[in-house]
Every structure is written in structure tokens, then in C-alpha cells.
């Protein structure tokens, strides 16, 4: 039987298998992160780790979260929330979360696979026309999108949301394209197919997906700076400015706004302090969102890697996937 602790290390295992540093949310925003079960002088190395990469990378601020069962979390912060202002980061700090949002669209799924009105082996045609049936090999399924091991290419039609496009003009492209290997068996990181996710949480529960996160997740968490979409991060007065490095210079950068596109795959805004709360529900400690059954569903390991890279270079590793593996770090 294992103990909290190792409970704990597994849980959090679960959510960083390929990374053993600090990893950063994307190339336009501030850092944040969250770590779980570490003791206290690993706490101390931590923030020290934290407070050497900041000042060794520029990045103008960020948070983090440190949860240890049965005790208050412990945040840290450095840095402003803007280079164009001097407010400081805090742990209430909004970041756009990028890809962690497809934590919280897993989640949900779950809950709706639970409630008996998704099922993990839908398939992608019956959520979109345009994604169509290979002859070769059995249909690509929901659980396939939400893990991302559908067989296409990856990144596939990323290009079109990055150029101002739509959705549906994204899933256009897939009528005339071709996965290159079956379904469930290679993995190939996907934010357009990901995004099915939407349409299919949407028809189930005849509610936006926005709404669906909150009265899901956001509410009974009481994580009250979870939001989702453009307009709800600009309305928020404590938010840390998109930045992007250019050289050696950071710049601050208008939000970008082709990514609402996405909702289920890039579109949630949160704080370190909700953040915390999420990872405590990963780890147990709010069965009534998140029973022990769906939290095994969303971090069981799905794909096995020779090795793994970031599409803008850096290190690569062998490791293995889980169902939304978000490109960021709980340590």
C-alpha cells in the first residue's frame, strides 16, 4: 500500500513524466509553475532554482506554487506583471495557461464520460464531417484526440488559428489529409484536433464550454480567477502581459486573440493560487470534482516515446504520454 507521500509523487509524476526542469508556458507569456511533495530544504532549492532561471532568462515575472498534503501551499512570486508598468506579480497574478487549459478539458470529459453522455471511444468523425475515416485502420476516437495519438502529423493546421483562422476552416484541411500511422499508436502533439473537445463537451451538456469550466471545476474549486477567452483576461486588473523575447530584449505584446479559437486546447486563463487548487484536486483532495477513477483515466500513460522534443528545439528525452499532456510542468 503506499503512503501519502508516495501517493503524492505519483500524482505528481503522473503530471510532469518528461520533464525534470522547470518548464516555461509558451514563448509570449511570463513563467509560472507548480510543484507538489517536495520536502522543505527542496522547497528552499526550488525558489532558488526559480529566482537563478529568472534572472538567468530575463523573463520579466512570474509565480509558483509549492503543494504539500494537509498544509497551506506555498507561493512565491518575482518580477512585474508588465515591462510597459511596474506592478509586481503576485500569486492571484492571471497568466494565459496556454496548453495547461487541456488539463481542465480532459477533466471534463471525464465528468462527462461519468454522467454517461461522452463516451473516450466517440469518433472524431461523428464530432466533425471533416475529419474522415482512414481504410486502413480503425476510427480516431476522442480519447485519441485528448491524448494525442490520432496518427496525423503534428501541430497539423496550427498555422491556420496562428494566421487568424477559424476553427472549422482549421478542420477543413483534414478532409484531405492523411494519418500517417494508426490511431493510438504514435504520439503527434495536436491543438486543432484537441479542440473537438469543445463541440463534443458542448452537444453533451448544451452549455459553452467557458460556462461548462466554471460550473464544474472554477466554482466548487473556488478557483475565482479561472476564466476562458481574450475579453475575460484584458478585464482582469491583476494579469501578467504576454511578452516575447526578440534577441536579448523582452517585449511586451497586445494579447493574442486567434487562440479563443481553441478553447479547450489553449484558451483558460488562471493564477498560481488557483493552479494550487487544481493540483490539489489531482491529488485527491476534492473527490466530488474528481474521483479517484477519472483521475486515473486522464493520467494513464498512453503512448510509449523513443524520445520527445519541443518544436522550437532544447533537450529530448525518452518518455511516455498521458491523455492531455499539457507542454507545462508540475513538478
Not at 46 to 63: C, K, L, N, S, V
Not at 235 to 246: F, G, L, Q, S
Not at 279 to 291: E, I, M
Request: net charge negative.
Amino acid at each position: 500500500m503506499n503512503t501519502n507521500g508516495e501517493k503524492d509523487k505519483i500524482a505528481a509524476h503522473a503530471w510532469c513524466r518528461a520533464a525534470s526542469t522547470l518548464i516555461w508556458i509558451a514563448l509570449l507569456l511570463p513563467m509560472w509553475c507548480v510543484a507538489a511533495s517536495l520536502d522543505k530544504p527542496a522547497e528552499t532549492a526550488f525558489d532558488a532554482q526559480f529566482r537563478r532561471t529568472m534572472e538567468r532568462t530575463g523573463i520579466p515575472g512570474g509565480a509558483y506554487a509549492i503543494i504539500r498534503r494537509d498544509e497551506e501551499p506555498r507561493f512565491g512570486a518575482l518580477g512585474v506583471r508588465s515591462l510597459d508598468r511596474p506592478d509586481e506579480i503576485t500569486p492571484d497574478t492571471v497568466f494565459r495557461i496556454a496548453s495547461l487549459s487541456k488539463t481542465f478539458t480532459a477533466a471534463l470529459v471525464a465528468q462527462a464520460v461519468r454522467d454517461g453522455t461522452l463516451a473516450w471511444d466517440l469518433p472524431l468523425s461523428v464530432i466533425s464531417r471533416h475529419v474522415t475515416v482512414s481504410t486502413h485502420w480503425r476510427p480516431a476516437t476522442l480519447e485519441d484526440a485528448l491524448g494525442h495519438t490520432t496518427g496525423y502529423v503534428p501541430y497539423a493546421f496550427d498555422t491556420v488559428i496562428d494566421g487568424g483562422g477559424t476553427f472549422d476552416e482549421a478542420l477543413h484541411g483534414f478532409e484531405r489529409l492523411a494519418p500517417i500511422c494508426a490511431p493510438g499508436r504514435c504520439f503527434a502533439y495536436q491543438n486543432v484536433l484537441f479542440n473537438l473537445a469543445t463541440p463534443a463537451l458542448e452537444s453533451a451538456s448544451g452549455h459553452a464550454f467557458r460556462d461548462l469550466l466554471q460550473a464544474r471545476i472554477a466554482q466548487p474549486l473556488q478557483m475565482m480567477s479561472t476564466t476562458v477567452g481574450h475579453d475575460a483576461f484584458v478585464a482582469e486588473t491583476n494579469r501578467a502581459d504576454p511578452h516575447i523575447r526578440r534577441g536579448e530584449e523582452w517585449t511586451s505584446v497586445p494579447d493574442p486573440v486567434h487562440y479563443d479559437a481553441l478553447p479547450a486546447a489553449a484558451g483558460v486563463n488562471s493564477s498560481a493560487r488557483d493552479l494550487s487548487k487544481w493540483l490539489s484536486a489531482h491529488l485527491g483532495a476534492a473527490p466530488d470534482v474528481l474521483t479517484e477513477k477519472q483521475i486515473a483515466a486522464v493520467t494513464a500513460e498512453r503512448v510509449r516515446m523513443e524520445r520527445t522534443c519541443f518544436r522550437n528545439g532544447g533537450e529530448c528525452w525518452p518518455t511516455t504520454r498521458t491523455m492531455a499532456w499539457a507542454g507545462a510542468c508540475f513538478a
